[in-house]
């Protein structure tokens, strides 16, 4: 039962060297690494990228944490699309995902 929960830090000491360790990563680091703990990857920012400017990121919130650009997922499903393009809320679970969808499909028919 024990290695189930090997990953997880075991102490509060263990847990703020991790956040010093991220808060001294570059911005793009940062969310590659946020990525890759959520089990996605990320691509490589776009050069000609209007967002961003080939940073990958377009803004910093108040916290340090860097907004992630569009052009590093590598895959959006038409919700989070749509959510996207009217700067509207992402779908957190499935009851949200099916309405954005619903719209997102009243939308395409007219
Ligand atoms: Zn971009």
Redesign the pocket.
């Known amino acids: 039962m024990q290695e189930e929960y090997a990953e997880v830090p075991q102490s509060t000491a263990e847990v703020e060297a991790e956040a010093s360790a991220i808060a001294n990563m570059e911005p793009l680091e940062q969310i590659r690494y946020a990525a890759k703990k959520f089990g996605s990857d990320i691509k490589d ?2 050069k000609n ?10 803004g910093k919130r108040k916290s340090g944490e860097p907004i992630a ?4 997922y590598p895959e959006m499903n038409e919700a989070t699309k749509f959510a996207y393009d009217q700067r509207q809320q992402v779908p957190r679970n499935r009851r949200e995902r099916r309405y954005m969808l619903k719209n997102v499909s009243k939308m395409i028919n007219k």
């Open positions: 920012p776009d990228c209007n967002y961003c400017y080939g940073r990958g990121y377009t650009c569009k052009c590093i």
